[in-house]
């Protein structure tokens, strides 16, 4: 993770550029948006300016197991997951919504990791719409 980082900041524009590469079709469509480069530069940059914890922090948790009863969990939940994320495996996000009680698991065909990026509103909606 120290070299990625290290990699990162040297040449930001390759960094991104191999995030598309590796991505998927969907992905790539999203990231071919200026805005959203924009978006994914700040927020990589940013992510990565205090070190290297933070990611780490996300790798580890497919790694180990949480320590949480996903059972006890009594408040309502949506998990949106593209079945063609090439970074968060669908499975293992599909696992994740079937373990939560009365979660509401949207499968979006077709979809990769940043499809969120064209459909914030839709999913602030969504929340917002939670019982208080």
Not at 9 to 21: D, F, I, K, M, W
Not at 43 to 53: D, F, M, N, S
Not at 68 to 73: H, K, N, Q, S, T
């Amino acid at each position: 993770m120290s070299m990625a980082r290290a990699a990162y900041l040297a040449g930001p524009e390759t960094s991104y550029a191999t995030l598309r590469a590796m991505v998927s079709e969907s992905d790539r469509r999203v990231l071919s948006d200026p805005a959203m480069r924009t978006v994914i530069m700040d927020v990589t940059r940013e992510a990565l300016r205090p070190g290297i914890e933070g990611p780490m922090s996300d790798m580890l948790i497919f790694c180990r197991p949480w320590e949480i009863d996903l059972g006890a969990v009594k408040c309502p939940s949506v998990l949106w997951q593209g079945n063609s994320d090439h970074i968060v495996p669908a499975g293992v996000a599909f696992m994740l919504g079937a373990s939560l009680p009365g979660c509401s698991v949207r499968r979006l065909d077709g979809q990769g990791h940043f499809w969120i990026l064209e459909h914030v509103r839709e999913v602030l909606e969504a929340v917002a719409a939670f019982p208080a």
